[in-house]
């Protein structure tokens, strides 16, 4: 156990549709990361967020966006759905903003039908 | 984009035998993790190298790392069946604000 929680652990939703993945780091931990793992395309990474603030951006959709609250867990939204979202989306966290384990949360299965 | 790339994709070795896999990388790095994933489950971190280290050892797991060829090995001592997953490197390139970026991966299947 990571120390790292992530909910919901299954979704299953239709084309166009919104969700969001919520993600709880390890105690201590000020940085968030989300990567998205699909057959096509691997572990990708998405977006970073330090202590509230967006850090750094991958290859995220501008159907997507997160965001890190005060007590630091974070959000990941999905919207307008497609076939393509089908993945697992990973959370992380590690103590600082670089140069750090990073800690990976179970996963959230995203099917969308 | 992947930038590592893994050998061999797929290894199956018998319990008690050694297991080397190889990640290979293409810019500067602040350090190299490796995590195992049990099929289609969160990923477990290994262990970190960094830039200016050279071998690291946690328990059975031996890493070395050589930054002039920009590849690292990860070596798995009197593997177990529990060893049986998929093995990543992911990079922490230098400039690239702590993402991660990771390999395609290697397929370790251990027998009795």
């Known amino acids: 156990d990571s120390g790292v929680t992530q909910t919901p652990k299954h979704l299953i939703t239709a084309t166009g549709q919104r969700v969001t993945l919520r993600c709880s780091p390890r105690?201590?931990?000020?940085?968030v990361y989300w990567y998205q793992q699909s057959l096509d395309q691997g572990l990708q990474f998405l977006i970073q967020y330090y202590n509230g603030e967006e850090r750094a951006k991958g290859n995220i959709l501008e159907r997507f966006s997160a965001q890190q609250f005060p007590d630091l867990h974070s959000e990941l939204n999905l919207s307008s759905l497609e076939l393509g979202d089908s993945a697992l989306y990973f959370c992380?966290?590690?103590?600082?903003?670089?140069?750090?384990?990073?800690?990976f949360g179970p996963g959230t299965r995203l099917t969308v039908t | 984009s992947q930038q590592g790339e893994e050998d061999p994709q797929a290894l199956s070795i018998q319990e008690g035998e050694n297991a080397t896999m190889n990640c290979s990388y293409k810019t500067s790095i602040n350090n190299l993790q490796w995590y195992r994933q049990n099929s289609g489950r969160g990923l477990v971190h290994l262990i970190l190298?960094?830039?200016?280290?050279r071998e690291k050892h946690s328990g059975r797991l031996r890493v070395t790392l050589d930054t002039s060829k920009k590849s690292s090995s990860l070596l798995i001592t009197a593997s177990r069946a529990a060893d049986t997953a998929s093995y990543f490197c992911a990079t922490d390139a230098t400039g690239g604000g702590n993402k991660l970026t990771f390999g395609t991966g290697t397929q370790l299947k251990v027998e009795l």
């Open positions: 992380a966290s590690s103590v600082e903003d670089r140069n750090y384990e990073q800690y």
């Open positions: 105690s201590g931990d000020l940085s």
């Open positions: 190298i960094r830039s200016n280290e």
